[in-house]
């Protein structure tokens, strides 16, 4: 990486991280736009790159179901059976008139999309809502998104200083098992500390588990998007971000932890 794109990420990082922790404590309204401005562009932008693979995604179809999911998840207006129901009725009818390509690809990259974006992006809401207290949940996004943000970073910089076994070559060349070690056992100490700074209230084994789950699945969902990008040859999910790539890009643990942490939440803490 260029000192350049160095210097850029950091200084979006000054001015975004601020932000994204004060909606993530408010939370309401500001959060749910929040959350669905991550699912909408990351959904785009995995449609997007997703066409080189010679796709035809339904597109517009697709973005409005992913904010019909994360709504739903936040004013629950139907059931979400009948809501997945309709929007698989809905993609399989409009593609007798479009003649784009295979119709297999299409509906399956768009439903793709929809679950793994859609789907993942209402989890963090989920999270939000559904298990605590509303401020305390709100210290909750906090503390697994600044751990995802150091476990992200302890795995660069441990990588570039120790890294000699590559973890997954095929996917991403440049990660290593130490990078993803160092990221594994920062995420438990962060989590650590955030039990002792804002999560007074959850027990100590429920944190560690939160922050094994970002070091390990976290850190997956990183190499499936890569995964992705590989498949589809391009390097970043889009440039919307100066340093940091796509909004697909800075989010893809996030987005992978956030049902995981979610089940843990439900089945073994509870509301």
Known sequence: MSKNNTFKRVVVSIIFIPGILYLSYFGRVPFLLFVLAIGLVSFYEFMSFSKLKKNSPQIVVGLISVAA???????KFVEFYDLILAVVVLLSLLELFRNKGSAIHNIGITLLGLFYIGLFASSILAIRENFFIYERGGFVIIAI?????????????GGISLG???????VSPKKSWEGAIFGFVFSIFTMIAAKYIILEFMQL??????GVIIGTIGQMGDLIESLFKRDAGVKDSSNLIPGHGGIFDRFDSLLVASPAIFLYLRFFVGS
């Open 69 to 75: 999911i994360i709504l739903n998840k936040s004013l």
């Open 145 to 157: 998104i600044v751990t995802i943000w150091i476990c992200d970073s302890a795995a660069f910089f």
């Open 164 to 170: 000699k076994h590559k973890l997954f070559p095929r």
């Open 205 to 210: 084994n429920h944190v560690i588990i939160i």
